[in-house]
């Protein structure tokens, strides 16, 4: 069996570690031979132990990028949806690898599925739910939405020849992430928006939305979202010309969604029974209050955005982890919390 040479990046991140992890014990991992790009000494030479070779650097450097990824045949991209600069280093690999070898490089690239949001501000649930099968609608999207300027980099790569482009797009990522790389003490093991919430809700001492908190998001767990790009993956190396790539290859991770509303009483109900709050009641925040507690992209929280996976079940993703998971998870998320920063 000939050796697949595999460049990760993300690598100690919560759904970039979740990806090695899974890819360590693939079926078919004796003829890998994979790469980590590691910012930390200390986590590389934990991630050794792996039988994973690291490299020490990030993102700021361009050059090391490029070279990286012209030595792979496929390259997960799993830190950086927005900053341009990193993503074209490594399309500029994967272009070098292309011009040496005469075979186009396999990248897949997570962006998000803020892409398709909205500015609802909180107020209404009315949004157009976009299918991952819907290209012409996707392809419709404003060059301005979020994620939208490193994906278009990628969709140019594929549609020159030198790459074929996988775009994941996970909604709303959940669940304590976990896996050889969180046994190490290496990967971060929460997401980002229900940790927001919940360290706004102690901050503030009381749990909040945004607007009345009718917006919707589509959730899906860490686990399930790694076995995408697994499921993609061996898809595509099992017979490539099924799978769509490029401007067909938008493949969205949805598993349900919620509300705002629900996450933030959730939130509230959490911070109660562990004595946190003496109220479970969530309220809205103010403006000022957002950009306090939440940060200046406090307004994503008052959006929706509603896709369905129809392209990613279609290739035989299978996700198990729904919405009474997700609502459940939230109290484990504010336990996690808790350790970290004990209250008094």
């Known amino acids: 069996m000939s050796t697949t040479k595999i460049l990760i990046t993300g690598a100690t991140g919560y759904i970039g570690g979740s990806v090695l992890g899974r890819l360590l014990v693939h079926p078919e991992s004796k003829s890998f031979e994979i790469v980590a790009l590691v910012r930390s000494a200390e986590k590389a030479a934990k991630i050794s132990t792996l039988g994973v070779k690291t490299v020490l650097g990030d993102y700021d450097n361009l050059a090391l990028l490029t070279e990286l990824a012209s030595n792979a045949d496929v390259v997960f991209e799993i830190v950086d949806c927005d900053r341009l600069p990193p993503n074209e280093a490594l399309i500029q690999g994967a272009k070098q690898r292309f011009e040496a070898t005469g075979k186009a490089p396999i990248l897949i690239h997570t962006s998000g599925s803020a892409l398709i949001m909205d500015d609802a501000h909180g107020l209404h649930s009315n949004h157009k739910v976009y299918s991952d099968l819907q290209s012409d609608e ?43 790389l969180v046994d190490l003490g290496v990967q971060h093991t929460q997401s980002m928006l229900i940790p927001y919430l919940l360290k706004a809700a ?37 017979n490539p010309d099924t799978v769509g790539h490029g401007r067909d290859g938008f493949y969205f991770a949805e598993n349900g969604e919620f509300t705002m509303y629900e996450a933030s009483q959730t939130v509230g109900k959490a911070l109660k029974e562990l004595g946190i709050l003496d109220s479970e009641e969530a309220t809205p925040f103010s403006e000022e209050e957002a950009l306090k507690y939440l940060g200046p992209y406090w307004f994503v929280f008052g959006t929706n955005s509603l896709s369905r996976g129809e392209r990613s079940r279609a290739v035989g993703w299978k996700p198990v982890d729904g919405k009474d998971d997700f609502l459940a998870s939230i109290k484990a998320d504010l336990v996690e919390i808790l350790k970290a920063s004990p209250q008094k």
């Open 138 to 180: 996707i392809e419709a999207l404003p060059d301005t939405a979020l994620h939208r300027n490193v994906d278009l980099a990628y969709l140019k790569a594929d549609k020159e020849g030198f790459a074929k482009a996988y775009i994941v797009t996970p909604g709303c990522v959940w669940g304590l992430a976990k896996g050889p």
């Open 202 to 238: 102690i901050a503030r001492k009381q749990a909040g939305y945004i607007g009345l908190g009718k917006n919707i998001w589509p959730l899906v767990s860490n686990a399930d979202t790694a076995d995408l790009y697994i499921i993609v993956f061996n898809a595509i190396r099992k």
